[in-house]
């Protein structure tokens, strides 16, 4: 196959959430855009997968009532949602006992440990509000705050062992998905921020609220299937030149043969982790060479098991179920729409940070037998024979490796995260990773590529010679 070269206003590498929105927004501006995607299907860290007869959400899945431009792109894309099952008792395993059925925010814990958890709640809100999610790095305590670990700063507000621990997991484990001494409580801070308040991470009813019918994929799928011809699969970009006028993407084509993509402008829409794997020519300034090291991925398993009926429901059990002293730190109901109409029922469970080390070092049987034992220890003995049964490994995925996002180090945020977002000279960021509101979401995704589209648009047809393919 022979080099394609092709001409565009401008080039979007990476065909997940951020980047295919901001190519919709660009041409919508009447732009002409190619979009060059490295691996074989579009939707990167979106993919709703048949696996054994069963339709599961191998990444992101749910969406939140605050997640506005999430929600408008499902409107504008005819796209529906269902809630996800919640009727019945969540259950909690404490640190030393059994498991605790419950009912609302606030773990079965003894009363000290449920009023300074709710005390800490209240601190915690009061600062996310002050701090926001759009500059945490900005905020006067911005450097304090992010130079003690989030494990740190829980134990400097309180001695209850428990109550750290469960306030640690909402940030930790359940989000950043990185352990709670290795984030700061500044980037713990900001994860709160950028889903509205630490009460909203605490409340699974609000994060974990609704599912897109057909899956969330469908996002990213439809919006490549208005793009037509415009979406390049198997091409991962190598290298990428650039100077003050614009950017040659040099891409392998598959099948095709390799495509190199003229362009005005370059939205460089991959996790931040993996700018390195891109050739710049020449190397980027000394300041984002040295910011792209900080942001590293968190990594979590996303436990899937399909069972033939839901019989935690039978038990008058939601399937909600969370712990900081277990393998599966939280689990829900995830039956999807078409397991109701079959009559099956369906588990997803979480295996954070340091336990997935722990886990993926067991032979795979093994592995499988913990995870089931740790789901069994919350719901029944049941939960030990699925029909399905799946691990969601994003660590193996070239393209993503590891999940859910990237995030800084401890002191990362405040040191580099004004400068995170900075274009230089043609080439903008677009991802979820460097999201303020939908931080680590695809709502963050969405808002982050709507935004740095809007600001090409306005260079390219309000300010800079246009020629030709430019509206106004
Ligand atoms: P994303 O990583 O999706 O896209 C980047 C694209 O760039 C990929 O397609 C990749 O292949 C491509 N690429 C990389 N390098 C390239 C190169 N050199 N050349 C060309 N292409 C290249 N969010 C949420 O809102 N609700 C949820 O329930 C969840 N749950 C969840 C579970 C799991 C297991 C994961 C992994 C993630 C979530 N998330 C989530 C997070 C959410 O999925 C994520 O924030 C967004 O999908 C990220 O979209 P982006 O477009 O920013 O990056």
């Not at 009532?65 to 969540?90: H, M, N, V």
């Not at 030149?241 to 939205?267: C, F, K, L, M, N």
């Not at 260079?459 to 106004?472: K, M, N, Q, R, S």
Request: with cysteine; aromatic share 8%; charged share 25%.
């Amino acid at each position: 196959a022979t080099d394609r070269v092709v001409e565009r206003d401008v080039v979007v590498i990476g065909a997940g959430a951020a980047g295919l929105t901001a190519a919709t927004d660009l041409v919508a501006a009447g732009l002409t855009v190619a979009v060059l995607e490295a691996r074989d299907r579009i939707g990167g860290r979106l993919w709703t997968e048949d696996v054994d007869g069963a339709t599961l959400e191998v990444g992101g899945q749910w969406v939140s009532p605050d997640q506005e431009a999430l929600l408008k792109t499902l409107a504008d894309l005819g796209l529906e949602t269902y809630p996800r099952y919640r009727e019945g008792d969540s259950v909690y395993v404490p640190r030393d006992g059994e498991p605790t059925r419950f009912t609302g925010e606030i773990f079965p814990v003894a009363p000290e440990t449920a009023a300074e958890i709710e005390r800490i709640i209240e601190v915690l809100d009061e600062l996310v509000a002050e701090v926001g999610a759009e500059e945490p790095w900005a905020h006067p305590r911005a450097a304090e705050l992010d130079q003690i670990s989030w494990s740190a700063w829980l134990a400097d507000q309180t001695d209850d062992v428990e109550a750290r621990d469960n306030l640690a997991l909402f940030a930790a484990q359940a989000m950043l998905t990185k352990p709670a001494h290795a984030v700061s409580a500044l980037q713990a801070i900001l994860m709160a921020a950028s889903q509205g308040s630490f009460s909203h991470l605490v409340d699974a009813d609000f994060i974990l609220d609704r599912r897109v019918v057909g899956g969330l994929q469908q996002v990213p799928l439809l919006l490549a299937e208005r793009l037509g011809g415009d979406v390049h699969l198997g091409a991962p970009v190598r290298t990428l030149e650039w100077s003050e006028t614009g950017v040659v993407a040099h891409a392998d084509g598959g099948s095709a043969g390799p495509i190199t993509v003229r362009a005005r402008r370059a939205v460089v829409a991959v996790p931040p982790n993996l700018y390195s794997r891109i050739a710049f020519e020449p190397p980027l300034p000394r300041r984002q060479q040295v910011l792209h090291q900080q942001l590293s991925l968190g990594l979590v398993i996303k436990v899937h098991a399909v069972y033939d009926t839901p019989f935690w429901r039978d038990k008058g059990l939601s399937g909600t179920a969370f712990s900081p002293y277990q393998i599966v730190h939280e689990a829900y109901d995830n039956t999807s729409d078409v397991d109701e109409r079959d009559g099956r029922g369906t588990l997803v469970g979480f295996v954070a940070d340091a336990t997935a080390d722990a886990m993926f070092a067991l032979p795979a049987a093994e592995r499988r037998e913990r995870i089931l034992d740790s789901l069994a220890a919350y719901l029944g003995d049941e939960a030990r024979h699925p029909v399905v049964y799946y691990e969601s490994d994003w660590g193996s995925e070239e393209w993503t490796r590891g999940a859910y996002a990237a995030s800084f180090g401890i002191g990362g945020l405040s040191r580099f995260g004004a400068d995170a977002g900075t274009p230089v000279g043609p080439i903008r960021w677009a991802c979820s990773d460097l999201a303020a509101l939908g931080f680590q979401h695809v709502d963050g995704a969405i808002r982050v590529g709507h935004a740095q589209a809007a600001a090409i648009v306005t260079e390219l047809t309000d300010g800079g010679p246009a020629d030709g393919a430019t509206a106004d």
